[in-house]
């Protein structure tokens, strides 16, 4: 069965394979979910690698699979009429996305499109559907991704008001680092600043001058491939003290 709601990314069907021990123990809900539970979604669950610039759901199509990030980064976007692009959230290691798609089986409202060459899994649809009707812990899971992403849509609704650059990526990275959506992040965000640039909607020179600012007040440290956040609250704190400013 392909990965990939979308017809035109047979390159990522192409490479579509079961998923190893080391990648299984990294998806967070498997540890949710009874012996027998976790044999049937160990077995279904498959990976597929993703070129930079492949779809791996597209607008309109309908969802196949609930879909994970393992490695690499993602970004949810949606395309407007005005031949603009909003992009809605990156998606880092760890991330699954999609749930509310999968459980209406309706069209997906939102393309998800790989920045660099990624790792994704996917759960079939029909099996994250078996998991709701026979796992409370997994229930448990998929309520709590939803209520945590909700709170993201509403901050992300909020960063993009403010005309201060230096708190909307303050307020993206914070997003990024969240640990509840994207437990595969841990300390250090594997992002280079033109990624960063692109996800948030400023140029890679005003993502570097904020990035400079917020290392120098402690929040993040400005590493070789990636930034590591030293103080979550304090970066949480940089994305709000911009609200309402000139």
């Not at 597209?58 to 490695?71: A, N």
């Not at 990624?118 to 939803?146: C, E, K, T, Y």
């Not at 990024?176 to 841990?186: A, E, K």
């Not at 993502?207 to 400079?212: D, F, G, K, S, T």
Request: with cysteine; glycine share 10%.
């Amino acid at each position: 069965m392909p990965i990939g709601s979308d017809s035109g990314t047979s390159s990522i069907r192409d490479r579509v394979r079961p998923a190893t021990a080391d990648e299984l123990d990294n998806i967070p809900w498997l540890r949710t979910l009874a012996p027998v539970e976790r044999r049937r979604a160990e077995v279904a669950v498959v990976v597929g690698d993703a070129e930079p610039g492949d779809l791996v759901c597209r607008i309109g199509r309908p969802p196949t699979y609930w879909f994970g990030v393992v490695e690499g980064l993602l970004k949810m976007s949606n395309d407007n009429a005005d031949g603009t692009s909003m992009t809605y959230s990156g998606l880092p290691p760890g991330g699954w996305f999609g749930e509310g798609t999968a459980l209406k089986r309706e069209p997906y409202r939102y393309n998800i499109q790989a920045l660099r060459r990624s790792v994704v899994a996917g759960l079939p649809v029909d099996d994250f559907h078996w998991l709701l009707d026979h796992s409370i812990g997994f229930n448990r899971f998929v309520m709590n991704q939803l209520n945590e992403r909700l709170a993201q849509f509403i901050a992300a609704r909020e960063a993009d008001r403010l005309n201060n650059p230096d708190a909307r990526v303050a307020r993206n990275l914070a997003a990024l680092f969240n640990p509840v959506l994207f437990p595969g992040v841990g300390e250090l965000l594997r992002i280079t600043q033109q990624e960063l640039a692109y996800l948030i909607g400023l140029s890679r020179q005003r993502v570097n001058e904020a990035l400079r600012t917020l290392q120098a007040q402690g929040a993040i440290r400005v590493e070789y491939g990636g930034l590591r956040v030293t103080d979550l609250e304090a970066l949480r704190a940089n994305g709000m003290a911009g609200k309402g400013a000139a």
